[in-house]
């Protein structure tokens, strides 16, 4: 089994930041993709940022110039670097991470973005 612990969630004030982890354990093949999924209230589940094994990165619009989405493959850990949060990032946050195979999913940590 692949297990993701999630951790770095919290509230902050509007523009203020938080970093997000994740670290994968188990079975892991060495090229994957990780990512970072957000599902705001009242709204789907949608991809945030991703990134692969080689560095490639992804981001959605409205993160875009805000998150950076980083990897450490020897610890097979994910981090999400959020800066200048607004109040609709407000979301739970979810790791994932997809093989050529299957994919997995932490259990969600809470950002809440308020004054």
Do not use: H
Not at 44 to 55: C, D, F, P, S, Y
């Amino acid at each position: 089994q692949v297990q993701l612990v999630e951790s770095g969630g919290g509230s902050v004030q509007p523009g203020g930041s938080l970093r997000l982890s994740c670290a994968a354990s188990g079975s892991i093949p060495s090229i994957n993709i990780m990512g970072w999924y957000r599902q705001r209230p009242g709204n789907k589940r949608e991809l945030a940022a991703v990134i692969t094994t080689g560095g490639s990165t992804g981001y959605i619009d409205s993160v875009k110039g805000r998150f950076t989405i980083s990897r450490d493959n020897a610890e097979n850990t994910v981090y999400l670097q959020m800066n200048g949060l607004k109040p609709e990032d407000t979301a739970v946050y979810y790791c994932n991470l997809a093989t050529d195979t299957r994919s997995y999913w932490g259990q969600g940590t809470q950002v809440t973005v308020s004054s």
